[in-house]
């Protein structure tokens, strides 16, 4: 995958496989336009073909994580930012509603939805206001780590407007329907306490930890064994959706890899050696682990 700069944000890969994305309009408390969207799909579709990630890590700078759209922006759907890794989007002269249905299932719920399409495993570093698309990038990530003091909200009602980047989805996903309708309908934004007790994130630290216990969590989960940790990972999404029949029916056919996986072997010799696995080897030129 492409390193460096892109439409509001950067990028580095560190050992072993964490991909930083390090969103960086701090003036805008990194609030997203439609080529900043652009871009991070695409970033994400080639983080998911690189084999040199194995988990992406999202944070960003000053006092915002990302705080939602930038409805400021008068040229927000002109894609002009730069610099950007995608063409500009070519507008007709089709009706606004039309272009407003468009534009959100091609461009602003593919975020989330990229995301969690990944077989890669994700981790954000919440380091302030996530608010909107950026609490919908929150919880479609597998892991939340916030610092204390961040805040977390839709609160698109504040505005008149509809979570419809698919904020409402993922809010029921992770608290019910009746504390997703009292957390949307009242307009509600918590503080990273408060989210940790509603279990919208798993930790909660110092805001000077943040960053380095971040990456620490991040580097654990790329020293894993990967194909199975990949292959859990949908199993457990599947699973929320389906009957007990249907994800053991899933997670046998999954294991039917895993299991014969050099990951695996490598498992069972280091339990037997009593020392620690060394998962993820390259195969030798022959084939053979």
Not at 228 to 247: C, I, P
């Amino acid at each position: 995958m492409d390193t460096g700069k892109y439409a509001g944000f950067e990028v580095e890969i560190s050992d072993p496989g964490v991909a930083t994305v390090t969103f960086n309009r701090p003036e805008r408390l990194n609030a997203f336009t439609r080529s900043i969207k652009r871009d991070f799909i695409e970033m994400l579709a080639q983080a998911q073909m690189d084999e040199r990630v194995r988990v992406l890590l999202f944070t960003g700078t000053g006092k915002g994580f990302v705080a939602g759209d930038d409805i400021s922006n008068t040229t927000y759907g002109a894609d002009t930012m730069k610099p950007s890794k995608v063409p500009p989007l070519l507008y007709g002269n089709e009706s606004p509603q039309l272009r407003s249905y468009d534009s959100l299932r091609t461009t602003s719920q593919m975020v989330a939805r990229s995301i969690r399409h990944l077989s890669k495993l994700s981790v954000c570093a919440i380091n302030g206001f996530a608010i909107q698309t950026g609490l919908s990038i929150a919880l479609a990530s597998d892991f939340r780590i916030a610092a204390r003091g961040a805040k977390l909200g839709s609160a698109t009602l504040r505005f008149g407007y509809l979570p419809d980047e698919g904020g409402h989805w993922l809010l029921v996903q992770h608290l019910g329907v009746a504390r997703a309708m009292d957390f949307l309908m009242r307009k509600r934004i918590v503080d990273a306490d408060e989210a940790l007790r509603m279990g919208l994130v798993n930790e909660v630290v110092e805001p000077q930890d943040l960053a380095a216990r971040a990456m620490e969590f991040a580097q654990e989960l790329a020293n894993g064994p990967q194909v199975a940790m990949r292959l859990l990972k949908k199993a457990v999404y599947n699973a929320a959706e389906q009957t007990l029949e249907q994800a053991g029916e899933d997670i046998a056919g999954k294991t039917a890899i895993a299991d014969h996986h050099p990951d695996a072997h490598e498992g069972k010799k280091a339990f037997k050696e009593k020392r620690p696995p060394r998962f993820n080897q390259p195969p030798n030129p022959d084939g053979h682990a």
